[in-house]
């Protein structure tokens, strides 16, 4: 780990999402160094905690696919799992960064034969599956997991469970000494492609996410559908298992409202769009699903999308901000609000709702140890004074997937100019 | 020239399977030089001894390997031995995790192995070292069409980047669509008021640039030659014209504006007070930071700005898009009224206002609070009545139909864009009595499939991969800004420095012979054999990228840049004479006919499985990984794209004894999920022509299936197979057993 | 030492007054915890939440204004405490907007003139249960306790005022826990999913819209009942007044039997810390908690 | 003198009540900041009872509808509870700006007839001002006899078990009939009073005559 070769023309991406992979990629396959690190203890980031992507209905796993077999091949590139950036100095062209790596216990030599968590019995709250199932804690984090390597839970350090999974492997794989270290890289650029958290919708208190079962989120939700996922594909709610066959999707949960986030978050109207087509593809015209908004922001060639999904009889519109969400004696979530066009009120009861909560930057870039320019919502803006950091996909701003990808190429470039630059000085 | 088998007893393989035995395929009926076995293969010490082989001297220098252990897609970083021809035999996620425990199926699973070894040391047999294409030549030029916000920030950054850039510019300036704006929506944090275009600054930095060359009142005549080596004529209106090589190409033509004489319900062209976003850009500008003045001269006191003017509709003649700018736009000019006058009346009737983003949304604000009144409503029509206007209107919120009175009209139509020739378009639109003007090609390029890059929907050139979206279906040539969706200047933008991105590395691959995306790095491209050719011109009409030209004899040009390896060339053969180094039509045949197959007695079927490497055989594995039954019959063979599949495989399999094909590829159609865009397409027409065939030999159509299957059907692809068992045990085994 | 505060009793408050209960409580608690409030002198009506349909805003403004004038005049170093929500929402409120907005501060300190007084804006404006949470703390409370409030359900009703918009501690404004969290800190049991805890009692519009106002106060009393209540608490005087006096006329206009005691929270305090029904101010109450009262009587 | 003040209104803005709101309705110049999203109307208490609930109006105002929202009901149907403040995703201090319509539809004579809340409100301010502090008992009865003798006596009778409840828990007492509480410095009280609503009344007509 240790033997990591970085020079000030390496380029080093911090955040294997779809973002940082693609910036990663990019400059790696016109030929430069590049470093990838990524603090989970696997790459892909949240879109492999998506089940589809709008507006094609395909699924993240399969570009996932080609991008781990990209990384695979490609000799430039160097991935760094469980590691975090806890320190940059210098300047542009000649950048020092300093990395912390988590242990995983568990070193190359695992061929996933998943011997050693068939030793393993504690059950641990699943991050992949924004803990609405379990996991063991000598886990493969998903079946698409890169490195392809299984995780010990560091809560099992010490326990006679860890020496069984230890025992259990016959590749010497695991190796439960592993300490926290941090490494010094050189870098001539720095991209931060570090993506964003679900808004922590307990905060929005009038929906009740935080007291209501059958509340979620829209990351949730997509868990649900997920065939890896806690309920095998299935759209049960989480109160009591029964299956949500009427879904009601509130926009704007905690988007565009000065008491949580000011911005518009961009991705939730067509994620809510396409998350009614999970519905009806569950159930066809036995499914219903409402979507309350303020605006429906279906953007560019997505208004096709949304077309579609006006001439889907089993979703409706309704213009308006829920005011707050109550629960009935059966645990059924009932919306209270007023649709206003044209001034209806209503108390609408449904199986489950589905937070369209918006996107907040995962970093604090203001906290950061090097000064760069931050916006007020939290995200880097591009400036001449940031000097060789950069940042690709939602590190600069709210935005879909294909919208991350395109800044995170362009992010790319920023980067192979500085290190052609410095090449060439 | 010596093949190498390692055979790996770890992960219970050698717990679940006889490896003695296995040993003996490999070497007796595999004919390979001989097979060792490692306990823990993948291992440095296993990888180190494998290293030794390929590093040995004379006799024993081993040439090719035959990796014995688990799934291609494991270990793949161990088991990379470069560009030596090596199998993956597949024993691990491809059958002991498939297969239950248990004595009585010890033997079908053992058979299972022992075929996968067999057609593993037959594929390997069948492979060629691949060496890198032969066209290779670098050129650090990337040609940028259009000399917009979009052009201008493509060439100034492949500058940055330390590469040259050449601007072909139709009209006789810079600037585009930006040039003649008066101020743009702010880019930068607290983003509350209009900012300057900076499109003078812009100019200045191009034509200050040495590495840049722009050609003004110019146009592409012609395109043609591949990555690394694009030969280009370019016209010029004023000149003669010039010739140029490049390595890469941006096109980056923009957008032309919706024409509003469509509108007459919104009296445009009645009217000279209702005018479109782009006009009051004029009117703007010549007023400077003072009053905006209608044509008659008057002052505007009163401006009523209609958004979504003949878009999002799908009314005959609108765009049924929505262009994303307008709504911030607007935003914008009402801002140009109230900063110069606050007592103007401003008024923005919309029925989404689609402010996205930290930027969109305070933008937004900043218009309320600068008191820009914005109403949901629909528009009807916009009467004139002498000089002043009346928009007619439906409020949504107050629910009635309304009006109001405005001195001046300023509509939000929509992008159209500059794509050129829509090369997919069906060719009879003449016979339908409809006249078109005829599209003026944009790259006029030299290949057989058309002259411009394809459109996807609406006429943009966008791609229509989420994961890849610069992945046109013209290798090199790469679409920027609105042409290829409708965007704002600042999206625009970024998209250039991301085409440029893709162009400096399609510079760089093609430099060194190497694939672009997504089978990057592979230095592996197809070729074939003159003698036999039909001149049946399948392959290059097929090509999903356009790769291959004809010569004036119809015999097939390959153009080795452009391909991007996915083999659809070689199932559309229906000689077979195409074929890559290391995947051909022999390297498939022969594992296909590698596998024993039992007799009519046995009940024992063999169902042949061909699984598009990308998405089928993943999710066969992930299933396998979740230790998901599968039949012991099948025999899976992944392949670059089912569009590689050749029906000689399909004919070969009936024809040697098997009961069943089943085939699975991507999704196709509309929304298709096939990485080489038309390969699984075409796999499924092919296959529609199977029938004929089977019923020529006899056999029931439903011995061969074709499925399309997504990376995520974990659970339905171990199905699809059980239905192929079924399907055999009701038609019963193949009579074509020998 | 006593900590001590100038003190907003408001009108409701006063001897004979409607809420005089929740003073005389309110006195009994501070002579437990040792906290002395000083009453501004010659405080004035805040204009509660009507106020606006024969005041303007810069009349109303001038009211609190006169108030938080006199407590920087006469306690300088001492915040002002309210009981009463209404008290200390237009107080605090009226602070804020003055601080927020320099032209109404002006003018408002030209009308002050009138009465030789000057509005600074260096006042905090705190509600009686944040001095408890706060400068008291949920421990202290506990310590002080004798007699907890065994086998009490009860819910806590915290209304509006008290909530929103500046909320108690920090807590949210649609699921506060400060009543439940005092509850259980007297030893009673605390009905946390209480629905109707931050329900509109309609307010002052009890008065004139009693029909539309005793709707919501049945919903209100109903829930209570729904969850098992003994008896509901609240912090605030018109939210104790609205939901306890009308449930006659509720029973009559709506065929039900209520009869749901609704308790001051300083009334449950000075009981669990051990002192009699006089000091409570039990007798304030319309309808008796039989089962706080043989607490108290222990 | 109402109407008047309304007549320069009317000149004054030609049909743009949007902006006669902003400067002279109380937190009137947050009504532009409204995107109707219609969070407020969703959660105020008495909701059905509001023929236009608050972003209803705030549309209305955009639209000109000047005379239907200042005689509409609806403002004097708040609460004060305060839900669509703190809601409020713009920030809008939505209950002021009710207060302020309610206000100024009286001010300038245009509010509803006998809107219960209106008189009540009228009265409990005429109480407050007139000795500094509220006198309960007056009120009560005020209120009782607000629609008349008739009436009032008729309401005060259904009233009497409350009222005998109330005086019982010392709650209420008949000493206020006799004067009851109040401010000791009334006469300055009052000249401050005097004093913000000439100011008051010195910004609406300082607007109208402003050009």
Known sequence: MTAVVATNQTIIVVGGGISGMTAALEAAET???????????????????LYKYFPKMCHPTCGQEINQRRIKMNKNLTVITQAEVSNISGGKGDYTVSVTLTPRYVNSNCTACGDCAKAATTEFDDEF??????????????????????????????????????AACKYGAIDLDEKEETIELKAGAVVFATGWKPYDANKIQPYGYDRFANVINNVEFERLMDPHGPTGGKLLRPSDGKEAKNIA????????????????????????LKQTQYVTEKYGTDGKSTIYYIDIRSIDRFEDFYRNVQADPSVSFIKSKVAKVEQDKDGNPVLHGVNTEGYHRYANTHDLVVLATGMEPSVDFKGLPIKIAVNEEGFIEHDEANGGIFAAGVAADAMDVNRAVQHATAAALRAVQVVNQVAGA | MKIGGYLCTGCGIGDRLDTKSLETVAVREGRIGFCKTHDFLCSQAGVDMINADLAAEGDDKVTKLVIMACSRRAKTEAFNFGAVPTARVNLREGVIWIRPEGSEHEETTQEMAADYIRMGCAEVKAMHQADASGEQGKNNHIMIVGGGVTGMTAALEASKAGYYASIIEKSDRLGGVMGQLHKRHPLRSPYQHPQDTGVAAMIAAVEADDKITVYLNSKVASTSGAPGRFNVTIASSVGAGTQAEFGAIVQATGFTPYDANNLPEFSYGKSANVVTQLELEAMAQAAGDGAIKRADGKEVKNVVFVQCAGQRSEKEGHLSWCSGHCCSTSVKQAMYFKDSNPEIETTILFDDLRTPGAGGENFYRSAQDKMVTFRKGKVSTVEAAGSDLKVNFKDLILNEDTHMEADLVVLATGMMPNAGVNIDAPKDDAANGEVKVPVESILNLQYRQG?????????????HFICFPYETRRTGIYTAGPVRRPMDGGQAQTDAMGAVMKAIQAIENSAIGRAAHPRSGDLSFPSFRKEGCTQCKRCTVECPFGAINED???????????????????????VQVISFKNYSIETVGAQLKAVEVPDEYSEKPRILVLACENDAYPALDMAAMKRNESSAFIRVIPVRCLGSTNTIWIKDALGSGYDGVVMMGCKKGVDYQCHFVKGSEMAHVRMAKIGDTLSTMNLESERVAVHEVAITDIDRAPKLLDEMVEVINRVGMSPFKF | MAKEYSYYPGCSSQKGASSSNLEKSVETLCEELDIKLNPIPDWNCCGASIGYAGGG??????????????????HPDQDIVATCAACWLNTREVNERLLHNPKLKEETNIALQAVKLEFSGKKKVRHMVEVLIEDVGYDALAAKVKKPLEGLKIAGYVGCQTNRPFGIDGESFENPMYLDKMVETLGGEALTKYEKKVACCSGALMFSEPEKGQALVKDIIESAYDNGANMIVTPCPLCQANVEIYQDDINARYKTNFNMPVMYYSQLMDVAFGRNAKDAALDGNIIQSMELRKIADK | MSTAVNQAMVEKYKGNFLKEVTENVEEGNWVKMCMQCGVCSGSCPLGPHWDHPPQEIFMMIRANKREEVLSSTSMWMCTSCYNCIARCPRGLPITHIMHGLAHYSKRIGLKPKNQPTEKFGQMFWDNLTKKGRVNELKLGLGLYFKDGFAEGVKVAMSKQKLGMNMMKAKRMSPMEMLGGHGVSDLAGFHAMLKKAEELEAARVGENTDKK
């Open chain 3, 57 to 74: 805003e810069l009349p109303r403004m001038t009211l609190s204004a006169r108030n938080i004038a006199l407590s920087e005049k006469h």
């Open chain 2, 451 to 463: 002259p411009d890059v394809p459109q996807l929907v609406n006429g943009f050139a966008d791609s």
């Open chain 2, 552 to 574: 004036e004899k119809g015999y097939p040009q390959y153009n080795e840049a452009r391909c991007r390896r996915c083999g659809t060339c070689m199932g559309a053969c229906p």
């Open chain 1, 249 to 272: 999707f509130i926009q704007c949960a905690g988007s565009r409202d000065r008491n949580y986030l000011k911005h518009c978050s961009r991705f939730c109207c067509m994620a809510s």
């Open chain 1, 129 to 166: 599956n924004y803990n609405l199932g379990k996991r063991k804690g000598v886990y493969l984090p998903n079946a698409m997991a890169f490195p392809q390597q299984y995780v010990i839970d560091a809560r099992l350090i010490g326990t006679p469970e860890a020496d069984a999974a230890k």
């Open chain 1, 31 to 49: 030929g430069k160094q590049v470093i990838l690190l990524e603090k989970r203890p696997y790459l892909g980031g949240r879109v492999t905690q």
